[in-house]
């Protein structure tokens, strides 16, 4: 990922955005499926995976969410967000060598420091939505 960077509540636009780039890997699948005991043969059996109709094994939904808290921590707003709620609407499956773009778009400054955040994980190459949502923060002050 990128250099952290941090915004308060008063530095955000709406319309503000950043971008990460990140690749999915094989070892990113394996250690969240470590990580949170989730085997789930999708996940960890590509021939399994093939079974069910996809191509390789799949990424973990949650691993993909837990992207985008990253960026929302690290990039927008940054060092200092609470992170309070998030919807989520999960479009295709990522798997391993994807080139994935992580985007982050300020929608609603609220009161008391909230923001609404619209949180898009699009595929690097075909541009389709992998992930999608809102997420609801209190920036940094």
């Known amino acids: 990922m990128n250099d952290t960077q941090s915004f ?3 530095e955000l636009q709406e ?3 950043c971008e990460i780039k990140r690749e999915l890997t094989g070892a990113d699948i ?17 021939e399994f995976a093939q079974t069910a109709g996809y191509p390789d094994r799949i990424a973990h939904g949650m691993l993909l969410a837990s992207w985008v808290s990253a960026a929302l921590a690290q ?6 967000t609470v992170y309070l709620r998030q919807n989520l609407e999960f479009r295709q499956a990522a ?6 773009l992580i985007r982050l778009t300020v929608a609603e400054k609220k009161r008391r420091g909230r923001v609404l955040i619209d949180c898009v994980i699009r595929h690097g190459e075909s541009g389709k939505d992998l992930l999608r949502g ?8």
């Open 8 to 10: 308060s509540f008063d």
């Open 15 to 17: 319309g503000q955005s």
């Open 30 to 46: 394996d250690a969240f499926a470590e990580l949170s005991g989730d085997r789930n043969p999708l996940h960890m059996d590509a």
């Open 75 to 80: 990039h927008l707003p940054g060092r200092g």
């Open 95 to 100: 798997l391993p060598g994807d080139a994935l």
């Open 134 to 141: 809102q997420a609801e923060v209190i920036a940094p002050s």
